[in-house]
């Protein structure tokens, strides 16, 4: 069952604040991030690791993006909004 549309609109208020995060970090710092996040959504062993100081921010986007109680429209919708697609 999807979870309700008022907590599923603070969640995708909550994707766009992180994607701000993310946007704002150095070019140092984001690729380290990002490529946490879509290696462990993707469940590839194989990624970046981000710097201590961005690991919290990126284990906090992941379990934003995985909720399992998400449709399938709310999980593609909240993909877009932190990817600002």
Do not use: K
Not at 8 to 15: D, G, H, P
Not at 16 to 29: H, K, P
Not at 69 to 77: E, F, K, P, V
């Amino acid at each position: 069952m999807p979870i309700d549309d008022v907590r599923f609109q603070s969640l995708l208020v909550r994707a766009a604040r992180f994607r701000e995060a993310v946007n704002a970090l150095d070019g140092v710092s984001y690729p380290g991030v990002m490529g946490t996040i879509n290696g462990r959504l993707r469940d590839r062993w194989h990624f970046p690791a981000p710097p201590a100081e961005q690991a919290e921010l990126a284990s906090q986007i992941i379990e934003l993006l995985s909720n399992p109680r998400l449709s399938s429209r709310q999980a593609d919708s909240l993909q877009r909004a932190f990817r600002g697609t």
